[in-house]
Protein backbone atom coordinates (compact mmCIF):
# COMPACT_ATOMS: atom_id res chain seq x y z
CA UNK A 1 0.00 0.00 0.00
CA UNK A 2 1.01 3.88 -0.63
CA UNK A 3 0.00 6.95 -0.36
CA UNK A 4 1.22 8.36 -3.32
CA UNK A 5 -1.11 9.72 -5.38
CA UNK A 6 -3.90 9.23 -2.85
CA UNK A 7 -6.44 11.52 -2.80
CA UNK A 8 -7.55 12.30 1.30
CA UNK A 9 -10.05 14.55 2.95
CA UNK A 10 -9.11 15.97 6.51
CA UNK A 11 -11.86 17.82 8.15
CA UNK A 12 -10.56 20.70 10.80
CA UNK A 13 -6.94 20.35 8.94
CA UNK A 14 -6.13 23.82 8.87
CA UNK A 15 -4.48 24.01 12.17
CA UNK A 16 -3.11 22.18 15.36
CA UNK A 17 -3.27 17.81 14.87
CA UNK A 18 -5.33 18.39 11.66
CA UNK A 19 -2.30 20.46 10.00
CA UNK A 20 0.15 17.53 11.10
CA UNK A 21 -1.89 14.78 9.82
CA UNK A 22 -2.08 17.33 6.18
CA UNK A 23 1.86 17.56 6.37
CA UNK A 24 2.59 14.49 6.60
CA UNK A 25 0.09 13.07 4.53
CA UNK A 26 0.84 15.13 1.86
CA UNK A 27 5.40 14.86 2.10
CA UNK A 28 4.44 11.16 1.32
CA UNK A 29 2.98 11.76 -2.34
CA UNK A 30 -0.71 12.17 -1.39
CA UNK A 31 -3.06 15.03 -2.82
CA UNK A 32 -5.42 16.78 0.19
CA UNK A 33 -8.49 18.31 0.03
CA UNK A 34 -8.20 20.61 3.33
CA UNK A 35 -11.49 20.91 5.10
CA UNK A 36 -11.68 24.21 7.13
CA UNK A 37 -14.50 25.77 9.25
CA UNK A 38 -13.10 29.72 10.74
CA UNK A 39 -9.59 29.28 10.10
CA UNK A 40 -9.84 30.43 6.66
CA UNK A 41 -6.12 32.25 6.54
CA UNK A 42 -4.34 28.85 8.48
CA UNK A 43 -5.98 26.95 5.91
CA UNK A 44 -4.92 29.08 3.23
CA UNK A 45 -1.57 29.96 4.11
CA UNK A 46 -1.11 25.24 4.42
CA UNK A 47 -2.35 25.29 0.95
CA UNK A 48 0.05 27.69 -0.47
CA UNK A 49 2.78 25.65 1.73
CA UNK A 50 2.20 22.80 0.51
CA UNK A 51 1.11 23.73 -3.22
CA UNK A 52 5.29 25.25 -3.20
CA UNK A 53 6.04 21.55 -2.72
CA UNK A 54 3.79 20.26 -5.36
CA UNK A 55 1.97 22.54 -7.51
CA UNK A 56 -1.92 21.54 -7.56
CA UNK A 57 -2.09 19.46 -4.85
CA UNK A 58 -3.84 20.88 -2.05
CA UNK A 59 -7.50 22.20 -2.52
CA UNK A 60 -9.57 23.80 0.60
CA UNK A 61 -12.73 23.38 0.54
CA UNK A 62 -14.96 25.64 3.59
CA UNK A 63 -18.10 23.45 5.69
CA UNK A 64 -20.00 23.73 9.15
CA UNK A 65 -19.81 20.89 9.88
CA UNK A 66 -23.01 20.85 11.97
CA UNK A 67 -24.81 21.52 8.64
CA UNK A 68 -25.41 18.24 8.08
CA UNK A 69 -27.40 18.30 5.25
CA UNK A 70 -24.57 20.37 3.20
CA UNK A 71 -22.44 17.32 3.99
CA UNK A 72 -23.09 15.23 1.28
CA UNK A 73 -22.32 18.36 -0.95
CA UNK A 74 -19.14 18.77 0.73
CA UNK A 75 -17.90 14.92 -0.12
CA UNK A 76 -19.27 15.60 -3.93
CA UNK A 77 -16.81 19.14 -3.90
CA UNK A 78 -13.84 16.88 -2.58
CA UNK A 79 -14.25 13.82 -4.87
CA UNK A 80 -14.80 16.04 -7.79
CA UNK A 81 -11.56 18.31 -7.36
CA UNK A 82 -9.07 15.29 -8.13
CA UNK A 83 -11.50 13.44 -9.80
CA UNK A 84 -11.46 10.34 -6.63
CA UNK A 85 -11.57 9.95 -2.92
CA UNK A 86 -9.46 7.77 -1.16
CA UNK A 87 -9.33 8.28 2.72
CA UNK A 88 -11.57 10.07 4.85
CA UNK A 89 -9.71 11.62 7.88
CA UNK A 90 -12.66 12.40 10.72
CA UNK A 91 -10.38 15.18 12.48
CA UNK A 92 -12.61 18.14 13.45
CA UNK A 93 -14.25 18.69 17.12
CA UNK A 94 -15.61 21.64 19.73
CA UNK A 95 -14.64 20.76 22.91
CA UNK A 96 -15.67 22.59 25.98
CA UNK A 97 -16.80 21.06 29.44
CA UNK A 98 -20.83 20.29 30.19
CA UNK A 99 -20.71 19.52 33.64
CA UNK A 100 -23.78 17.42 34.35
CA UNK A 101 -25.74 20.46 35.88
CA UNK A 102 -24.70 22.82 33.07
CA UNK A 103 -25.31 20.36 29.71
CA UNK A 104 -27.80 21.87 26.88
CA UNK A 105 -29.51 21.07 23.82
CA UNK A 106 -27.37 23.79 21.82
CA UNK A 107 -23.79 22.04 23.93
CA UNK A 108 -25.49 18.39 22.80
CA UNK A 109 -26.05 19.78 19.25
CA UNK A 110 -22.51 21.46 19.01
CA UNK A 111 -20.49 18.47 20.39
CA UNK A 112 -22.38 15.53 19.38
CA UNK A 113 -22.96 17.55 15.78
CA UNK A 114 -19.08 17.99 15.63
CA UNK A 115 -17.71 14.52 16.90
CA UNK A 116 -20.20 12.03 15.79
CA UNK A 117 -23.11 13.10 13.71
CA UNK A 118 -20.80 14.75 11.38
CA UNK A 119 -18.64 11.86 11.01
CA UNK A 120 -21.44 9.35 9.94
CA UNK A 121 -22.55 10.90 7.59
CA UNK A 122 -19.55 12.40 5.67
CA UNK A 123 -18.70 8.69 6.19
CA UNK A 124 -22.04 7.62 4.23
CA UNK A 125 -21.87 9.74 1.48
CA UNK A 126 -18.49 9.26 1.12
CA UNK A 127 -18.37 5.41 0.89
CA UNK A 128 -19.56 5.15 -2.79
CA UNK A 129 -16.11 6.84 -3.34
CA UNK A 130 -14.04 4.72 -1.42
CA UNK A 131 -15.69 1.72 -1.99
CA UNK A 132 -14.81 2.36 -5.70
CA UNK A 133 -10.84 3.37 -4.55
CA UNK A 134 -10.39 0.39 -1.96
CA UNK A 135 -9.99 3.41 0.67
CA UNK A 136 -10.40 3.91 4.29
CA UNK A 137 -12.08 6.08 6.98
CA UNK A 138 -9.98 6.77 10.24
CA UNK A 139 -11.78 8.73 13.17
CA UNK A 140 -9.54 11.02 15.61
CA UNK A 141 -11.15 9.78 18.88
CA UNK A 142 -9.85 10.45 22.20
CA UNK A 143 -8.74 8.20 25.27
CA UNK A 144 -11.45 9.72 27.59
CA UNK A 145 -14.33 7.51 26.11
CA UNK A 146 -13.20 4.24 28.11
CA UNK A 147 -12.74 6.80 31.20
CA UNK A 148 -14.51 10.18 31.28
CA UNK A 149 -12.89 13.41 31.65
CA UNK A 150 -14.69 15.07 34.80
CA UNK A 151 -17.02 17.97 33.21
CA UNK A 152 -16.91 17.09 30.04
CA UNK A 153 -20.23 14.76 29.96
CA UNK A 154 -21.14 15.46 26.19
CA UNK A 155 -17.52 15.25 25.08
CA UNK A 156 -17.06 12.19 26.59
CA UNK A 157 -20.64 10.55 25.59
CA UNK A 158 -19.66 12.45 21.87
CA UNK A 159 -16.26 10.39 21.10
CA UNK A 160 -17.68 7.23 22.87
CA UNK A 161 -20.29 6.86 20.16
CA UNK A 162 -17.38 7.84 17.45
CA UNK A 163 -15.56 5.06 18.78
CA UNK A 164 -18.69 2.43 18.56
CA UNK A 165 -19.63 4.22 15.16
CA UNK A 166 -15.84 3.30 13.85
CA UNK A 167 -16.71 -0.21 15.12
CA UNK A 168 -20.12 -0.43 13.10
CA UNK A 169 -18.68 1.57 10.00
CA UNK A 170 -15.61 -1.04 9.66
CA UNK A 171 -18.81 -3.53 9.36
CA UNK A 172 -20.97 -1.64 7.09
CA UNK A 173 -18.00 -0.70 5.01
CA UNK A 174 -16.14 -3.93 4.47
CA UNK A 175 -14.91 -5.54 2.46
CA UNK A 176 -13.83 -3.09 0.40
CA UNK A 177 -13.23 -0.13 3.12
CA UNK A 178 -11.31 -0.33 6.46
CA UNK A 179 -12.13 1.78 9.08
CA UNK A 180 -10.00 2.56 12.01
CA UNK A 181 -9.78 5.14 14.98
CA UNK A 182 -6.67 6.92 16.36
CA UNK A 183 -7.30 8.17 20.00
CA UNK A 184 -4.93 10.69 21.11
CA UNK A 185 -3.92 11.54 24.51
CA UNK A 186 -2.15 14.76 25.67
CA UNK A 187 -1.12 15.89 22.25
CA UNK A 188 -1.70 20.06 22.26
CA UNK A 189 -2.93 21.69 24.98
CA UNK A 190 -6.32 23.42 24.55
CA UNK A 191 -6.42 27.05 23.90
CA UNK A 192 -8.85 27.29 26.24
CA UNK A 193 -10.29 26.44 29.84
CA UNK A 194 -8.47 24.24 32.39
CA UNK A 195 -5.71 23.45 30.54
CA UNK A 196 -4.38 27.08 30.63
CA UNK A 197 -3.18 26.23 33.93
CA UNK A 198 0.25 24.99 34.34
CA UNK A 199 -0.58 22.74 37.06
CA UNK A 200 -3.29 21.04 35.61
CA UNK A 201 -0.87 20.51 32.97
CA UNK A 202 1.62 19.12 34.78
CA UNK A 203 -0.85 16.61 36.39
CA UNK A 204 -2.02 16.10 33.09
CA UNK A 205 1.52 15.00 31.90
CA UNK A 206 2.38 13.05 35.30
CA UNK A 207 -0.41 10.42 34.63
CA UNK A 208 1.04 9.43 31.21
CA UNK A 209 3.83 6.27 31.56
CA UNK A 210 6.61 8.27 29.12
CA UNK A 211 6.26 12.10 31.29
CA UNK A 212 5.49 13.90 28.36
CA UNK A 213 3.38 15.10 25.82
CA UNK A 214 2.91 13.85 22.71
CA UNK A 215 3.43 15.76 19.49
CA UNK A 216 1.13 16.22 16.46
CA UNK A 217 3.52 14.12 14.84
CA UNK A 218 2.95 10.83 17.00
CA UNK A 219 -1.07 11.21 15.73
CA UNK A 220 -0.46 11.98 11.88
CA UNK A 221 2.29 9.24 11.94
CA UNK A 222 -0.28 6.96 13.02
CA UNK A 223 -2.67 7.77 10.67
CA UNK A 224 -0.11 7.38 8.01
CA UNK A 225 0.23 4.06 9.20
CA UNK A 226 -3.32 3.66 9.00
CA UNK A 227 -4.25 5.04 5.52
CA UNK A 228 -0.82 3.03 4.16
CA UNK A 229 0.60 0.37 5.64
CA UNK A 230 -2.38 -1.33 7.67
CA UNK A 231 -3.80 -3.23 4.60
CA UNK A 232 -5.40 -5.94 6.99
CA UNK A 233 -6.06 -3.97 9.96
CA UNK A 234 -10.13 -2.53 10.25
CA UNK A 235 -12.56 -1.56 12.49
CA UNK A 236 -9.72 -0.75 15.22
CA UNK A 237 -8.61 1.71 17.69
CA UNK A 238 -4.93 3.00 18.26
CA UNK A 239 -4.15 4.85 21.67
CA UNK A 240 -1.31 7.28 21.14
CA UNK A 241 -0.85 8.33 24.86
CA UNK A 242 2.47 7.57 26.05
CA UNK A 243 0.40 5.71 28.32
CA UNK A 244 -2.32 7.25 30.33
CA UNK A 245 -5.50 5.40 28.69
CA UNK A 246 -3.61 1.71 31.30
CA UNK A 247 -2.96 4.68 34.03
CA UNK A 248 -6.08 6.78 34.60
N1 LIG B 1 -5.16 18.11 21.18
C1 LIG B 1 -5.13 17.01 21.93
O1 LIG B 1 -4.25 16.84 22.77
C2 LIG B 1 -6.20 15.97 21.75
C3 LIG B 1 -6.45 15.06 22.78
C4 LIG B 1 -7.44 14.11 22.60
C5 LIG B 1 -8.17 14.06 21.42
N2 LIG B 1 -7.90 14.97 20.44
C6 LIG B 1 -8.68 14.88 19.19
O2 LIG B 1 -7.78 15.07 18.10
C7 LIG B 1 -8.41 15.84 17.07
C8 LIG B 1 -7.55 17.08 16.78
O3 LIG B 1 -7.32 17.76 17.99
P1 LIG B 1 -7.03 19.34 18.00
O4 LIG B 1 -6.74 19.72 19.39
O5 LIG B 1 -6.07 19.69 16.91
O6 LIG B 1 -8.50 19.86 17.58
P2 LIG B 1 -9.06 21.36 17.69
O7 LIG B 1 -7.97 22.32 17.40
O8 LIG B 1 -9.79 21.52 18.99
O9 LIG B 1 -10.16 21.36 16.54
C9 LIG B 1 -9.84 21.02 15.21
C10 LIG B 1 -10.72 21.76 14.26
O10 LIG B 1 -12.07 21.32 14.36
C11 LIG B 1 -12.81 22.26 13.60
N3 LIG B 1 -14.22 22.28 14.02
C12 LIG B 1 -14.74 22.35 15.26
N4 LIG B 1 -16.10 22.41 15.18
C13 LIG B 1 -16.42 22.37 13.85
C14 LIG B 1 -17.62 22.42 13.12
N5 LIG B 1 -18.81 22.54 13.71
N6 LIG B 1 -17.56 22.38 11.78
C15 LIG B 1 -16.36 22.28 11.14
N7 LIG B 1 -15.19 22.24 11.78
C16 LIG B 1 -15.22 22.29 13.12
C17 LIG B 1 -12.14 23.62 13.80
O11 LIG B 1 -11.97 24.18 12.51
P3 LIG B 1 -11.81 25.78 12.28
O12 LIG B 1 -10.64 26.21 13.12
O13 LIG B 1 -11.57 25.91 10.82
O14 LIG B 1 -13.10 26.42 12.72
C18 LIG B 1 -10.81 23.27 14.50
O15 LIG B 1 -9.70 23.93 13.96
C19 LIG B 1 -9.80 16.15 17.58
O16 LIG B 1 -10.71 15.22 17.09
C20 LIG B 1 -9.68 16.02 19.08
O17 LIG B 1 -10.91 15.68 19.72
C21 LIG B 1 -6.94 15.92 20.58
Redesign the pocket.
Known amino acids: MYVQGKVILI??G?????AAICRKLHAQGARLVVH????MNE?SALQHELNQKRPDSVAMVQ????DTELLPDLIEKAAKRFGRLDALIN?????FPTPLNQCTLEGWD?LV???LKAPLFLSQAAAPYLKQQHGCVVN?V??HTERPLKNYVIYNAA?GGLLALTRSLAVEMAPEVRVNGVS?????W?EEGKWTDEAVRRHTISGTLLKRCGEPDD?AKTVQFLVADAPYITGQIIAVDGGRSIHL
Open positions: TGAKRVGYRSSAADLLNASSFDGSNIDIKPGPILPI
